[in-house]
């Protein structure tokens, strides 16, 4: 079964950091978009960040940018999130979810192939 698995979540200070990783099993990332969303209750999904499939381009949420650095590893077939500066806002379950294309062009979630089971982070002191 073609799926992918987030690890990395956990609880931490505000003020911490933690590093999200979404692996792939049973199929490359080579030929995928990437991104990283989040759902806090009560709230809708919304898009954190989005790396190309070859890395070459990135965007973020204005509510993340410069606490928030995505990367890949296609030789490892894994792309990160690096979360710095946590706020309790950033208090959500985060997914990862990839779509057959180069670039990153949207945050809609009907356009994304394969989804995460998700992780939670909780930031809380």
């Known amino acids: 079964q073609l799926q992918l698995v987030e690890s990395g979540g956990g609880l931490v200070q505000p003020g911490g950091s933690l590093r999200l990783s979404c692996a792939a099993s049973r199929f490359t990332l080579d030929y995928y978009a990437v991104s990283w969303f989040r759902q806090a209750p009560g709230k809708e999904r919304e898009g954190v960040s989005c790396i190309s499939s070859k890395g070459d381009s990135t965007n973020y949420a204005d509510s993340v940018k410069g606490r928030f650095t995505i990367s890949r590893d296609n030789a490892k077939n894994v792309v990160y999130l690096h979360m710095n500066s946590l706020k309790p806002e950033d208090t959500a379950i985060y997914y990862c979810?990839?779509?057959?294309?180069?670039?990153?062009?949207?945050?809609?979630?009907?356009?994304?192939?394969?989804w995460g089971q998700g992780t939670q982070v909780t930031v809380s002191s």
């Open positions: 979810a990839a779509a057959l294309r180069l670039r990153c062009t949207t945050y809609d979630v009907r356009e994304y192939d394969y």
